[in-house]
């Protein structure tokens, strides 16, 4: 996994072979979402187009209200939303020009969580179901790992004995993470708990450490 590579979230608002035409070394960020047909079909898919590997989310939770001032994320765009939006949209005129050449409004669904040509969640609704499915075990992720034979990175370790079972289950990278502290902002910094993953796996694996200062802290 060294070098560069953009990662897609599933909750991304673009098509996953979209995104790959523009950037070749894509890896495909998803979440335990749905059931596990539903996983091999998003694995599937994220093959077919390209995608050089699969970065399975670990580290997130829901909360309506972010400690970062996190902006607004709107469930669509209608004359409210337009409204209540406008001051920001103004001092962005290349950005408005854009969707008004286009000729049709910013779509705000979800199109790489459902089968190709159908109409995707909204970004809240795909949350929805996402709190609506049971948590991910370590026997998943190891099932996962077997549908997938590229790489293969964990996101949200933050333990050495997660990450020795990170790289027992065939791992090929782990990322220490707390989600950038976005709503996780009271477990230990990524920084923090960098030295000891090191130590327990750091000549099996490689780490990629997500550092986020918190005055911007994003994920």
Same mark, same amino acid.
């Given at each position: 996994?060294?070098?560069?590579?953009?990662?897609?979230?599933?909750?991304?608002?673009?098509?996953?072979?979209?995104?790959?035409?523009?950037?070749?070394? +894509? /890896? !495909?960020?998803? @979440?335990?979402?749905?059931?596990?047909?539903?996983? &091999?079909?998003?694995? $599937?898919? *994220?093959?077919?187009?390209?995608?050089?590997?699969?970065?399975?989310?670990?580290?997130?939770?829901?909360?309506?209200?972010?400690?970062?001032?996190?902006?607004?994320?709107?469930?669509?765009?209608?004359?409210?939303?337009?409204?209540?939006?406008?001051?920001?949209?103004?001092?962005?005129?290349?950005?408005?020009?854009?969707?008004?050449?286009?000729?049709?409004?910013?779509?705000?669904?979800?199109?790489?969580?459902?089968?190709?040509?159908?109409?995707?969640? +909204? /970004? !809240?609704?795909? @949350?929805?179901?996402?709190?609506?499915?049971?948590? &991910?075990?370590?026997? $998943?992720? *190891?099932?996962?790992?077997?549908?997938?034979?590229?790489?293969?990175?964990?996101?949200?370790?933050?333990?050495?004995?997660?990450?020795?079972?990170?790289?027992?289950?065939?791992?090929?990278?782990?990322?220490?993470?707390?989600?950038?502290?976005?709503?996780?902002?009271?477990?230990?910094?990524?920084?923090?708990?960098?030295?000891?993953?090191?130590?327990?796996?750091?000549?099996?694996?490689?780490?990629?450490?997500?550092?986020?200062?918190?005055?911007?802290? +994003?994920?």
């Amino acid at each position: 996994m060294s070098g560069t590579a953009l990662g897609l979230s599933s909750f991304g608002s673009k098509p996953i072979e979209e995104v790959i035409a523009a950037d070749d070394k +894509t /890896f !495909f960020q998803i @979440y335990w979402l749905g059931s596990k047909d539903d996983m &091999v079909a998003r694995l $599937d898919w *994220a093959r077919e187009a390209g995608a050089k590997g699969i970065i399975v989310t670990l580290d997130w939770v829901f909360a309506t209200a972010r400690d970062w001032g996190s902006p607004p994320l709107p469930e669509k765009i209608d004359v409210k939303t337009a409204v209540r939006f406008a001051p920001q949209v103004v001092t962005k005129p290349g950005w408005l020009l854009r969707f008004a050449w286009s000729g049709k409004l910013p779509d705000l669904t979800t199109p790489n969580l459902v089968p190709r040509g159908q109409q995707g969640p +909204t /970004f !809240f609704g795909a @949350y929805g179901e996402w709190m609506g499915t049971p948590p &991910v075990t370590w026997d $998943d992720l *190891a099932w996962l790992r077997q549908q997938w034979d590229g790489p293969f990175l964990i996101k949200g370790i933050g333990r050495p004995d997660d990450a020795k079972r990170a790289v027992d289950i065939g791992a090929t990278a782990i990322s220490v993470s707390n989600h950038g502290g976005n709503n996780l902002d009271t477990t230990p910094a990524a920084i923090c708990m960098l030295p000891s993953v090191v130590q327990a796996v750091g000549g099996q694996v490689e780490i990629l450490p997500t550092v986020v200062c918190a005055a911007a802290a +994003t994920s």
